[in-house]
């Protein structure tokens, strides 16, 4: 009994070991991109007029709707900068639910609460766990055994490995317009509600 559980806590150590190294670049913060090509963060280009370019470039430990979140928060940081009291969306995808909704946006957010994967704690559930042994004085880790649904190991894969890059092009409009539609964002309201859940990378 000995011989068989020590092969399997070691198989489980080096499985820790792969998953930690395949997750060893941390998800990226708030920040502009610090000067050189491929580094992580936002840029943002002036191209004519009013319109700027604005990306977020993140690692691919960053989750995609943070990356989404960062680069709209950046679009009415800009506007604010540039002192325009509303700003239009003529290019990309903004989800509106970021600015309607309660979630903080970090750069830890994209790990779950349990780092290795999703773990039931019944076999009803479809995962099996070891249990503690204590063989000749001697306690073993409990070792979880993950049943994945077929597809969902290779698009867990794909979502860690693919970097995370948002492009938003943003005209900055330098009156309150009439009216607002879908695409068209207040500045003063985006930071209100965005702001206080946007964390930044900590200071050096």
Known sequence: MISSARPLLAAAVAG??????CNSLPPTPYRAAPPGDGTYGYS????????????????????SRTAKAFAFYRAAELAG???????????????????DGTEVFSWSDSFPEQPLGRLAASRESGTNVATLQKVAGTTYIPVPIYITPPGQAQRDYNEKRVSKLTILR????????????????LTREVLNKLGPRIVRAKSA
Not at 16 to 21: E, M, R, T, V, W
Not at 85 to 97: K, Y
């Open 44 to 63: 943002t280009m002036h191209i004519e007029g009013d319109i700027y370019r604005i990306d977020f470039y993140g690692s691919p430990a960053t989750a």
């Open 16 to 21: 820790s070991a792969l998953l930690s190294g």
């Open 170 to 185: 943003a005209q900055m409009l330098r009156e309150l317009p009439a009216s607002l539609d879908d695409s068209t964002f």
């Open 81 to 99: 900068e540039l002192g325009a009291p509303a700003f239009r969306i003529v290019q990309g995808e903004v989800d509106r639910s970021i600015l």
